[in-house]
Structure formats: structure tokens, C-alpha cells
């Protein structure tokens, strides 16, 4: 007895050692998840993220959401405090809404995976790490952003999806925006493929479907017409709140109808109204079981911590002061009964094969063109900052919250000088993008200031912009040599290409044990806010940043 069981200990250690597999690895087939042994995967998963700090004060906000954020995954106090928790409450998968890929995640990750829970990884940060809604852009320093958090990650067994964005849309009117997120799942998916198996997801705000439904097929369609998933999602996240307090299974019908022919998976990423309380979680029974799971593959319950939003208090525990102790709530207590009566049919059986039918056309209630923005290229940007003549030199610590106001500054100048600033503008509408505009908003900047330099025959007061540019002493010699640099720096970009790590890389923290193989993995982006209706959604991530707020009207 005792032999064995210390036998089944070495086991367990030895296998954890070698990095063997405490999960199945899930994969899509189809509209459908599936474990490595056939059986169907259904999502039973909670949220997972402590909610950062709002400041009503920024401008920028206007939606609410936090503007910082504190990495869970980080913690491995945190979480051997909470995981005994979620295995009450017989979760298979949590969803966190950033990380930090400076930080060392192992403790945490491995934890989870022993107790055979996955996670859903949203790769875009508060304020100036995720797609703006308002002025939406594909950019290297999203798609680096993307690719370092992915290369910490990828070398855990149960990340089940990436998310390249939340709620970046949540108005008719925004979704041009559609095309940089398309964008950013085809290049995340890209790089995926060099080493993982993880799904690449998107979270959307619960709208109207005028614009809602064109978009969820946007993002799984193919606008190449053959039938190819390269720019496709594999899983479309509904956030929603549509059940309140002890509904009827008939409030879904309008989003089954929707969703009934989806061609990839689909599942609610957050859900559980708080404004008819007490929340009963009865919609758990009803989401899995038929004729729900033939369209959705389980859900995401919000929130295990405490999180605040227009819409009311959420959060299932409470977390002692000195970080210590947890407190449940009578909502984890009913959520818990209500996991444990799942049973979710085992069927379909797989059929492997998926279809990526055409994309929808625009019209006046989605905007998105079926032609995309390039994959970003750092070395392209990199080629033209050292090709200008004249660059902003940032004197702040924070230059993220000058940019903006100077990018419209500059512009305005560049405008005077008979110049344009088309080619850092990007049109998610017409499918335009400037040869520039997928570099990171400071190279914008400094196209901008060179633009005007050169517009102004190198006057040196023009290479100033109230002490934030500078000459480039290393810049080619004169205006026409400056003009031929930046030409070629433009013309070796190859629009869409697999992306490769950064090369500044910092690189996960402590990667230990996997192989450390060290294929980058990266760029990315976006995401943003939440909430709807009932709603409340977005709590953690979002992104009103507005540079290049100005472009648009001088457009
Ligand atoms: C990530 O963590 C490092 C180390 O604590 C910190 O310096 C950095 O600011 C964090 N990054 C973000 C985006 O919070
Ligand atoms: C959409 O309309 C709202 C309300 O009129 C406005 O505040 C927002 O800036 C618009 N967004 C875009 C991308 O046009
Ligand atoms: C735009 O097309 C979508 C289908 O792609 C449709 O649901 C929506 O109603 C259309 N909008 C208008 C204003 O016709
Ligand atoms: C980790 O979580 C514990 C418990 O909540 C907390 O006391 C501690 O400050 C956290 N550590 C970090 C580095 O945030
Ligand atoms: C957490 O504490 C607050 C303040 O005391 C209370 O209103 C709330 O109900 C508690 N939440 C849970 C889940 O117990
Ligand atoms: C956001 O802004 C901060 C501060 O300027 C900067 O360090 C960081 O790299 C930016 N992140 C992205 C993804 O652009
Ligand atoms: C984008 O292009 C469309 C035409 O396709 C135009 O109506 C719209 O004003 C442009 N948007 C911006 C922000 O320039
Ligand atoms: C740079 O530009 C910002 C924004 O216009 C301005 O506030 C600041 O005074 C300028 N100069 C320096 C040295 O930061």
C-alpha cells in the first residue's frame, strides 16, 4: 500500500517533471472542441482576474474600464489560495484577461494543469495594449505585445485559446475595426502554427445582431472564396447576459437562430447577469444540454473575484485583506451546485473537416472590408526610423500619452506644407492602408516630423515640435537620399508573412523545464471594454487610446 502509493507519487513527479501531459490537448473540429481521446469539450470555465484600477479621471476612458492590471497567473500564492475553489466548483477552464509576459507563470499553470484545468489567455492589455476602437490600427508593438505573451505561454500543455481581443467592437459604427482584429487572428494564427496547438478566440460585446451577426462571420469567413481558414477565428466568444435571475431557456432563442449554422466553435466568454438577484445560475443547465450545445460549447461564468462595472457588483468570493483567506459568496455555492449537475451530450463524434464559407458584404451596419491591413513588420519600422532625418525624441516617461496629440500637431504642420499624413492612416472601410501604418504610433510619428522636415527643406526649426523631435546626425545626407531610404525600407515589406519573435525580446520569465526551443511566438494586440445592455462585460481590458485621434479629420 504504502509502496504504491509512493510509487504513484514518484509517477506523478517524474511525469510532471518530463512535461507530460496533465490535459488532453483540445482541439476544433468543425463548429466543435474536441479532447485528444474523441470526447467532446465543453468550456466550464470562471473568469479569472482580479480587476485593476479604474481612473474616472482619464479622458481617454470613456468606457469605464481599468487601466492597469494584476497578472493572477503571476501569483502562485494567489493561486494555491484559490484553486482548491475552483476545483469546488468544477471548473475545466478559467479565462484570464492579461498577463504579464515578464513574469514567471510556472507555478501557477502547472498547478492548474495538474488539476486538469485549462485557460484561456486574452493577449491584449489596459490602455495602449489592445486594439482602439476609435481609431483602429494592426501595429508591431500589438503583434510583439501578442507574440511575448504567447511565447511565455506556449510552453504550457493547457492553454486552450488565445483571445486577440475583447470587445474592441461594441457599436455599429466601429466595425471597420473588424479588419485590424481579422488581421490580428490571422497573424496570431500564423505564428501558432509554428509550435502550438492552441486555439486562437475572439470575446465579443452582446449588440444588436445587425452588426454583431455580419461580424462573428466575418471573423470565421475566408475572403480569398477557397475555402481557406488562414484569417478565420477558431472560437467565437459571446459575451452574454441575457439570462437574469430564473429565466426561460427562450431568452437564447434569438442567438441560437444566429448562431445555428456557425462554421467554427462558439461559446458564451462571460456570463451571468447581475441585475435580477439573486444570480441563480440556472442558464448553466439550460447552455449545456440540447439543443444549446449543438450551437455553443459551454461558457465562461464572471467573475470569481470581485469586479465592479456600470452594471452592478460581480465576483462569486472575497479575498481577506491580507490576501490570505477566501470567502464564498451564495453565488459560488449555487454556480457550484449548478456545475455539478452538468452533463453535456458526447456528440457530435468529430468530423474533422471545416468549411470557411465567403465573407459578408458591407452595408450600412458593418463596415469592414474584406481586404486586410498587412501583417506588421518591425523590421521595416526599425529601417525607418533609421531613415529619418528628423524623429521624435520623447522626453516624458510615458510618451503614449503625448503621441496622439502630437501626431494631429504634426499632421496639421504637414497639412500647411502641402504634405499628407495617408500613409500612416488606415481605412478598415475602404481596405487603404498606408504604407506606414502598421508601424507602432511613436514611428508614425517620427514619418510625420520627417514628412514636414523635408516638406520644409530642412529647415532645422522644423525638426522641433516644442522640443520633441530631433535631427537624426545619421540620417542619409540629403532630402532625396532620405526619400530613396525610405522607399526601400517600405518596398522590402511583404504584406503578409508568418511573424517571428521580436528581436528585443525580454523573453518569458524562468521558462523551466519545457524544452525551451525558444521559437518566438507574437505581435499582437487588442482588445477592449465590455458591456451591453444588461450588461457589464469588459471589465479588464480595454483601450480608448486615441492616437491618431486627429488623423481622422484631416483625412
Ligand atoms: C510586467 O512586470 C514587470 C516586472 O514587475 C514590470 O516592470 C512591468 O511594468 C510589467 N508590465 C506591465 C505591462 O504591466
Ligand atoms: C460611433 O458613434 C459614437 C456616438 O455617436 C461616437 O462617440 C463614436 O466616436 C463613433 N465611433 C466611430 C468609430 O465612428
Ligand atoms: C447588413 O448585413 C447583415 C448581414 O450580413 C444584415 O444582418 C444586416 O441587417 C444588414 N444591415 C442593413 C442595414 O441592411
Ligand atoms: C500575491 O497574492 C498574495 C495573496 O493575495 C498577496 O498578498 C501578494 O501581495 C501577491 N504578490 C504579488 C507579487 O502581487
Ligand atoms: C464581498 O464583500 C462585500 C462587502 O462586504 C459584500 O457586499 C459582498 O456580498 C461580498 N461578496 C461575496 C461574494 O461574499
Ligand atoms: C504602452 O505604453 C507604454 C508606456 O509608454 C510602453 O512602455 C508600452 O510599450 C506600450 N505598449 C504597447 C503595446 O504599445
Ligand atoms: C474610410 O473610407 C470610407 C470610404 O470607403 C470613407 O467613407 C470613410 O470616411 C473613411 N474613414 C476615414 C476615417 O477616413
Ligand atoms: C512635447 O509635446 C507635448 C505635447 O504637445 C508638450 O506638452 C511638451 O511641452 C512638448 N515638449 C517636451 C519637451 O516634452
Not at 470613456?62 to 466548483?89: K, M, V
Not at 486552450?160 to 461594441?170: D, F, K, R, S, W
Not at 449545456?288 to 460581480?314: N, V
Amino acid at each position: 500500500m504504502r509502496r504504491a502509493s509512493r510509487l504513484a507519487y514518484f509517477l506523478v513527479a517524474s511525469a510532471a517533471l518530463a512535461g507530460v501531459s496533465a490535459v488532453q490537448k483540445v482541439t476544433r473540429q468543425g463548429r466543435y472542441l474536441y479532447k485528444a481521446d474523441g470526447s467532446r469539450f465543453y468550456i466550464k470555465g470562471v473568469a479569472y482576474q482580479p480587476q485593476g484600477t479604474v481612473n474616472p479621471d482619464d479622458p481617454n476612458n470613456a468606457f469605464g474600464e481599468p487601466d492597469s492590471f494584476i497578472d493572477a497567473l503571476a501569483n502562485s500564492t494567489g493561486c494555491s489560495r484559490d484553486l482548491p475553489f475552483l476545483q469546488q466548483l468544477e471548473v475545466n477552464t478559467i479565462r484570464a484577461y492579461s498577463v504579464n509576459s515578464s513574469l514567471n507563470h510556472d507555478d501557477c499553470m502547472n498547478a492548474l494543469s495538474q488539476a486538469g484545468i485549462y485557460t484561456i489567455i486574452d493577449l491584449s492589455l489596459p490602455v495602449n495594449g489592445s486594439i482602439d476602437r476609435d481609431s483602429p490600427a494592426w501595429t508591431t508593438n500589438l503583434l510583439d505585445l501578442y507574440i511575448n505573451t504567447i511565447d511565455t505561454f506556449s510552453k504550457y500543455d493547457n492553454v486552450l485559446a488565445y483571445n486577440v481581443g475583447n470587445e474592441v467592437i461594441t457599436t455599429a459604427n466601429a466595425t471597420a475595426a473588424a479588419a485590424f482584429i481579422k488581421a490580428a487572428a490571422r497573424d496570431v494564427k500564423a505564428y501558432l502554427s509554428v509550435p502550438s496547438s492552441a486555439l486562437v478566440g475572439y470575446a465579443a460585446i452582446d449588440a444588436d445582431d445587425s452588426w454583431l451577426v455580419p461580424f462573428a462571420n466575418y471573423l470565421s469567413c475566408d475572403p480569398s472564396g477557397s475555402n481557406d481558414g488562414d484569417t478565420a477565428l477558431d472560437l467565437f466568444g459571446l459575451n452574454n447576459y441575457e439570462w437574469c435571475g430564473d429565466s426561460q431557456p427562450s431568452v437564447y432563442n434569438n442567438k441560437n437562430g444566429a448562431f445555428a449554422g456557425y462554421n467554427v466553435a462558439a461559446y458564451f466568454s462571460e456570463y451571468g447577469n447581475v441585475q435580477c438577484p439573486p444570480r441563480l445560475w440556472t442558464e448553466v443547465g439550460t447552455l449545456f444540454s440540447e439543443p444549446m450545445t449543438d450551437i455553443w460549447s459551454g461558457g465562461i461564468a464572471f467573475s470569481y473575484f470581485p469586479a465592479q462595472s456600470a452594471a452592478g457588483q460581480f465576483g462569486m468570493v472575497n479575498i481577506s485583506s491580507d490576501g490570505t483567506t477566501v470567502t464564498t459568496g451564495d453565488d459560488f455555492n449555487r454556480l457550484k451546485t449548478q456545475y455539478g449537475q452538468t452533463s453535456p451530450p458526447n456528440s457530435p463524434s468529430a468530423s474533422g473537416s471545416t468549411t470557411f464559407p465567403a465573407c459578408p458584404t458591407q452595408n450600412s451596419t458593418f463596415l469592414a472590408s474584406t481586404t486586410l491591413p498587412p501583417t506588421p513588420n518591425d523590421a521595416g519600422c526599425n529601417c525607418l526610423n533609421s531613415a529619418f532625418a528628423c524623429r521624435f525624441t520623447p522626453t516624458v516617461a510615458d510618451p503614449s500619452s503625448i503621441i496622439g496629440v502630437l501626431i494631429n500637431q504634426a499632421c496639421g504642420d504637414l497639412g500647411g506644407a502641402g504634405g499628407s499624413c495617408d500613409a500612416i492612416a488606415a481605412n478598415g472601410t475602404s481596405g487603404v492602408y498606408g504604407a506606414v501604418s502598421f508601424c507602432d504610433a511613436s514611428t508614425k510619428l517620427s514619418y510625420v516630423m520627417d514628412a514636414f522636415y523635408e516638406a520644409t527643406n530642412s529647415n532645422a526649426q522644423s525638426c522641433d515640435f516644442a522640443g520633441n523631435a530631433t535631427v537624426n546626425s545619421q540620417a542619409p545626407s540629403n532630402s532625396a537620399a532620405v526619400a530613396s531610404a525610405i522607399s526601400a525600407c517600405l518596398a522590402a515589406v511583404p504584406s503578409t508573412f508568418t511573424p517571428s519573435a521580436p528581436a528585443s525580446t525580454s523573453g518569458g520569465a524562468a521558462a523551466t523545464g519545457s524544452s525551451g526551443s525558444g521559437s518566438g511566438s507574437g505581435n499582437a494586440d487588442s482588445g477592449a471594454l465590455a458591456f451591453d445592455a444588461p450588461a457589464v462585460v469588459g471589465v479588464l481590458v480595454s483601450a480608448v487610446f486615441s492616437v491618431l485621434g486627429g488623423l481622422l479629420v484631416l483625412a
